[in-house]
Every structure is written in C-alpha cells, then in structure tokens.
C-alpha cells in the first residue's frame, strides 16, 4: 500500500475481550477493493467460522471443495456431492436418468467456462448447463487430481490396477496416458508452476510432463508425494510424508522454515492472491508461512479437525479449509485483534498512537510497546519520549513505566521549548498505577503523570510545566508541557 493509501486509513483503537484490537477503515481505491485475506495477520487473527459433521453439517468427510461463478461451493464427500449456499448444505441431485460414476466424490475443478469437473472413486464426469458428461477414458480410475490449465485444457489423473491414468481433456475429447505401464499406479496431485511446468505427483517421485517429453524424477522412494505447491523464490514445492521439500535442478532438498519439520504431511498447499502460503496437513492442522514467520490452526483453536485435507481461495479471498471433521473459513476481519499471541506482553491496551513511519505504539500494563513491520517490540526508552507537537499525535498516547516510576515535564520546560519530555523518577504509592500521558492540543504537546488508582485525565487549565489539573475523580496531579 503507497503512502496516499495509508495516510486515507483512519485508526481506531478498543479493548475487546483483553486484547487489543486496531480498526482500519480503508478509503475507496481505485477500480475496487482487492479481495483477499490480509498477509500481515496471524491465522489466529482472522474471523473463522466453523461447520462441524457431528452437527449435522454434511454426513462424511469432506475431500475438495470448488466454487462456480454463481458463487454455490460444491463439497466433494465420501456420502456424494453436496453444494453450499454458505448456511446450509444440499445433495446435489443429479438429473433424471444421469448419474455420477460413484457417490464416493474425491475431487472437484471449477473451470473457467463454469464446467464442474467431479472426480470419482469410479472414474470423470462433467456438469455444465444441467448436463452431465462422463468420460469412459477414465472408467474405473480413482480420480485424485484435476486442473485447468493456462491454455484452457483440463487433466485428470489418478490410480487404477494394474495401471494409472493422467489425461489432457480437449473439448470434450480426452487423450491419455499410462496405459502402457509408464505411471505405474497413477498419479497423485497435479500442479502448473508460475514457468508453465505442469508437475505429477506419484508413488515414489514427481513426474515433469510438459514442456518437453516427460521425464520422472524419483526423488521420494516408497512416499507418496501430494501437495504440490510454490515458494516465494519460484521454487517448487513438494509434500508428503517426512516433511515438504523444494525441488530444485532435479534434486530435492527440506523445506527450512520455524514450525515446519519433517512431521508435516503436507496434502495441499495454497499460495493465496497476496502472497500468503497455506499449508493443509494430516495431523497439523493449518500452517500459515507469512513475513519470514509460521503459524498454526488447529482443533485446540477452534479447527473443524486437524487432518486438513483440501484449501480453497474464494472469489471473495476468504479461505476455506476442509478437514476429516469439517469445513472451516477465515476472512479478513474488520477489526484485527491482537494478542499475546501476536507479541503482547499482557493482554489489553490503555491507548494508541498511530505514527508518522506506519508504525503504531501501544501502552498498556506491561509498557510501553511498538508495532512495526508485523512485530512487536519494545522500546529502549533513554533520554526521554518524544511527545511535542512535531509528533502529530492522534488523540494521546499513555505511556505506563514501572509502578514506582513515571515521566514528567522538567521544570525548566515552558510552551516553547522543543526538548522531549525526560524521565524523571517519583516514587508512587503502594497499589498504584504509575503512567505518562502525551497529547496533542492546539499544537502545544503535554506530559503529565497521575498516581491516582484508574482514573482519567482532565485537560491542564495552564501550559506552564508544574501547574496543577485535575482528574475526574477531583484529585490533583502535575502537568507540563514541551513543544
């Protein structure tokens, strides 16, 4: 976001539940609002909705999910298809004298001319206009993958005995490839990479198949690889049991990032509109990599279940995620929420201040603290806290030190002086709070501090450091200024 964009935003600031939360309202850019989830946030810190199967919500696992451009989701489950209005789920039903080649629905592919491609324990079949097509290239294939890719063609690929299938689909003709033994069982997982590479995973390996002849690359002996995905290099990355690993130049190497080891059973990964990469896993839940850190999702937050078996960017930029027990979705909020999780020392916030450089500082029971770049850090407070007019404060900033110290004016501070408000020691009584507070009115900077027990500050009736306000609670308390 430009510098115009962020000087239209306009900071609110509460105390919600014990934590902080910043309100961002943002001016109407150009051409519409990019819909898609906000990268610098936790996974924590988006708004998530649950559907649970033992509420009722759909009557076995969920295994993909896709959206039509009438916005229905459709869910692929073990008990059939099912579409979603986003309250309630319905069986599709199928028309009159048309059935799918299984109720066992294991894959599904939204193309970009509204055709719903459905992958079956038992083979393709397409739905478009009402109409469905099967695809008796594919008969008796357990369809693990689909993708549409940039030039429009749809492949298929999955497992069979004795041997597997993977088949480019062509206005409605579809050629295929396996049956003379080269893809063995068949093939896993389908990915086109940001180059136009169109990868196969498979039992063992990861197959290269277009451009150029098709080449295998037996890179995981006896592991079956799903999860094909990208890293922000433009690396290829590849899941499976014993941990991701990024692919390059033929080899294969682990995938070093905090949080992700060799548990992690990757079985999609999801590089989402603004750069965010989700990580589905058996047993791990939901795996955010953002701003050179990782975070998790699972059950113990509220997760459907910790065995993430398919993602899905809406049109919209929420994210969904289907596991084993369940559909979830997370959306940006309008408030972001932020927590200890996110870096706070102690849950809550006194006050706010929005500065200058994008950061934002925070003051509440712990200290003083400051947000910047996606981290929270605290400040190493020397010779004093800036807190004249040059500043530009938005509403106050209460700066908490120790409970035995504050910050106040020194006495040679008049209304023109340009010197930051310096710490200077007081002793406070037992039990209470001790803080700073540093305002801009009328262009004039104040510093004060209270030794009063949780009560608010009256505005000062003289600028001249030393004079004496009062707090709604009638109690007095000393007020300087600095410019």
């Not at 199928?94 to 629905?105: E, I, K, Y």
């Not at 970009?112 to 079956?120: A, P, Q």
Request: charged share 20%; proline share 6%.
């Amino acid at each position: 976001m430009g510098a115009a964009d962020a000087r239209s935003r306009e900071l609110r600031c509460g105390v919600l539940g014990g934590a902080f939360a910043l309100f961002v309202l943002l001016g109407v850019l150009v051409g519409g609002p990019a819909f898609a989830l906000d990268p610098g946030l936790d996974v924590d810190q988006y708004v998530h909705t649950s559907w649970k199967i033992r509420e009722g919500f759909a009557k076995s696992t969920i295994h993909a999910i896709a959206q039509t451009p009438d916005g229905y989701l459709w869910l692929a489950t073990d008990s059939g298809l099912l579409r979603f209005d986003g309250v309630r789920t319905a069986p599709w039903p199928a028309p009159l004298g048309q059935d799918l080649p299984s109720r066992q629905v294991l894959r599904l592919l939204a193309a970009r001319d509204g055709t719903l491609w459905i992958g079956t324990s038992n083979g393709l079949a397409s739905l478009k206009d009402g109409r469905l097509t099967p695809y008796p290239e594919l008969a008796g294939v357990y369809i693990f993958a689909l993708l549409e890719d940039r030039e429009g063609v749809v492949w298929a690929g999955g497992f069979a005995v004795p041997t597997g299938r993977l088949c480019a689909i062509r206005k409605g003709s579809a050629e295929c490839h396996g049956k003379d033994g080269l893809l063995a069982r068949g093939v896993t997982d389908l990915y086109e990479d940001s180059h136009g590479n169109l990868w196969a995973g498979a039992h063992g390996g990861l197959w290269r198949w277009k451009p150029g002849p098709p080449k295998f690359y037996g890179i995981a002996a006896k592991t079956t690889l799903v999860g094909l995905g990208e890293d922000d290099d433009g690396v290829l990355l590849v899941g499976g049991a014993g941990g991701i690993r990024r692919f390059i130049d033929g080899t294969a190497e682990p995938y070093s990032r905090q949080g992700i080891g060799s548990d992690v059973n990757a079985r999609q990964i999801l590089r989402d509109r603004r750069g965010g990469l989700w990580i589905g896993a058996l047993g791990r839940g939901l795996l955010h990599v953002h701003d050179g850190r990782t975070d998790a999702f699972t059950h113990l937050e509220g997760l459907s279940g910790d065995n993430a078996e398919a993602l899905l960017e809406d049109r919209e930029g929420n994210l969904w995620v289907a596991t084993s027990d369940g559909l979830d979705r997370f959306r940006d909020p309008v408030a972001a929420t932020f927590s200890t999780r996110q870096g706070l020392p102690s849950p809550g916030a006194w006050a706010v201040l929005a500065a200058k450089d994008g950061s934002v500082w925070l003051a509440g029971p712990s200290g003083l603290n400051r947000w910047t770049d996606g981290r929270m850090t605290i400040p190493t407070i020397g010779s004093g806290i800036p807190c004249g007019s040059r500043t530009r404060l938005m509403g106050s900033l209460a700066c908490p030190t120790a409970r035995s110290s504050g910050f106040r004016c020194p006495r040679s501070a008049t209304t023109t002086s340009r010197r930051p408000c310096s710490p200077i020691p007081f002793r406070a009584a037992s039990g209470l709070d001790s803080s700073a507070l540093a305002s801009s009115i009328s262009g004039t900077a104040r510093c004060a501090h209270r030794t009063e027990p949780r009560t608010g500050w009256a505005r000062a009736t003289s600028p001249a450091c030393g004079s004496i306000a009062t707090t709604r609670s009638g109690r007095p308390r000393s007020m300087g200024s600095a410019g």
